[in-house]
């Protein structure tokens, strides 16, 4: 079963408005996890990475106040669209890692979430 | 910065045949790649991961190898179906970048009857 959960999957939303999509580890907690984006037939995009109990870290030419990042707790970190135009109309995609892993990194224990769906119209 | 780029970038193929998706990324400093699979409007799933230290790896019908000197790594198919069908991408994690992936442009794979 999913490990990583994201909701919701499917939003749609007015011109103007903001929108929060939020994405859960459901066993494990992380201090780390990544936003990506994916524009219709393209790869994913890296946005930010977000790290529990501190700012996070936004890609260059990623807006850090248009895509907010909250990651309060272990558990769930969020990304907060504000004031969507229609262009920001795309797949999100979260994922998390778990903790524990010895150096150097394998990457074994990144999980990545269903996706979410934003059409802003 | 790490490039990655997958060739082709769409492949359609009768039902039954093998076939070879192509990742190349331009820095070698890796700890390891991994392929995914996405279907439509879906998220991802993980397919295979290779360490930096290996050459290949095998699950079922697929199989990925890593020439990391080069840059470049395979994913090869053996008897193709219909539920193949799906976007596959590769991701590199390479080292000092905190768990951060750099994901290929992807292939777009359709397999028909």
């Known amino acids: 079963g999913a490990v990583v959960s994201q909701h919701p999957s499917r939003v749609i939303c007015k011109s103007g408005t903001s929108v929060k999509i939020e994405c859960r580890s459901l066993?494990?907690?992380?201090?780390?996890m990544f936003w990506y984006r994916q524009f219709p037939k393209q790869s994913l995009m890296l946005m930010a990475t977000?790290?529990?109990?501190?700012?996070?870290?936004?890609e260059q030419g990623v807006e850090k106040d248009k895509f907010l990042i909250n990651h309060a707790s272990l558990t769930l970190s969020t990304l907060t669209v504000t004031s969507a135009h229609p262009e920001d109309s795309s797949f999100y995609i979260c994922s998390a890692r778990r903790p524990g892993t010895h150096y150097p990194y394998s990457g074994n224990t990144i999980y990545f979430g269903e996706g979410s769906w934003l059409t802003v119209v | 910065k790490q490039e990655v780029t997958q060739i082709p970038a769409a492949l359609s193929v009768p039902e039954g045949e093998n076939l070879v998706l192509n990742c190349s990324f331009t820095?070698?400093?890796?700890?390891?790649l991994q392929w995914f699979r996405q279907d439509p409007g879906k998220g991802l799933t993980s397919l295979l991961l290779i360490q930096s230290s290996q050459r290949e790896q095998t699950s079922g019908r697929l199989n990925a190898s890593l020439d990391k000197s080069s840059g470049r790594s395979t994913l090869y198919i053996a008897a193709s179906q219909p539920g193949d069908s799906a976007t596959y991408l590769c991701a590199v994690l390479h080292t000092g970048t905190a768990s951060k992936l750099t994901f290929g442009t992807g292939t777009r794979l359709q397999v028909t009857l």
């Open positions: 820095d070698s400093a890796i700890y390891n």
């Open positions: 977000s790290n529990e109990g501190s700012k996070a870290t936004y």
């Open positions: 066993d494990f907690q992380a201090t780390t």
